[in-house]
């Protein structure tokens, strides 16, 4: 079925809501500026109208209270899809890419730009508004995910720095640089590779 189709008015991002029937929200410039829609069986809201400069991303957390928001003016916002609070998290060097909400929707994680080519993964705490920085300002690191069971946190990294002879030409090059990197987010967290060892009988 059509939620949003006016003339003259954009509509994109689209994000459907887990656990609601016929709910999704997108980004909507019917006044001029971005702002949200919230779409469910009781209608269409619209919230954060002119508040949100131009969205870049639009990720919605797991339990569908809020959705995580990456602006044109390098903001990473929260919005709270009941109020339409506003919650600043962060405001970076370049645009965030890549947010991504942990499965029980307490922490946002992204890709933060610097004032060079380089890309950390911070995250933050969304109770507290707490920042983290989640690995250090050393390489280019992008697209973090969060397992479905949230212990780990998995990245791409350019960070392999080991050069190989180019098969035509006389020259090294770094045809593998970048690689997925996997974070441990508890201080001993099962390991994500092997099944936990079976336990002897009594």
Known sequence: ????????????????????????????????????????????????????????????????????????????????????????????????????????SRWLAWSAASDSTLRQIRMAELATVALHDVTPLRFEDTCPVFPPHGLHLVFLSSRTFAPLFDTPLFGLSFPVGVRPYLLLLLPDPPSPFYPAPARCPA
């Not at 971005?34 to 209608?43: C, I, K, M, N, Q």
């Not at 919605?60 to 990473?76: E, F, I, K, L, Q």
């Open 1 to 104: 079925r059509v939620l949003a189709d006016e003339n003259g008015i954009r509509t994109r991002l689209p994000v459907v809501l887990p656990g609601q029937e016929r709910a999704a929200v997108w980004v909507t410039d019917a006044d001029g500026d971005d702002a949200l829609e919230v779409s469910g069986p009781e209608g269409t809201r619209r919230l954060a109208a002119g508040q949100i400069g131009r969205v870049l991303e639009l990720v919605v957390a797991p339990d569908a209270s809020c959705v995580g928001v990456a602006t044109h003016d390098c903001r990473v916002l929260r919005v709270d899809l009941t109020s339409g609070a506003i919650t600043g998290l962060a405001t970076e060097h370049g645009a965030a890419a890549g947010l991504v909400f942990s499965p029980d």
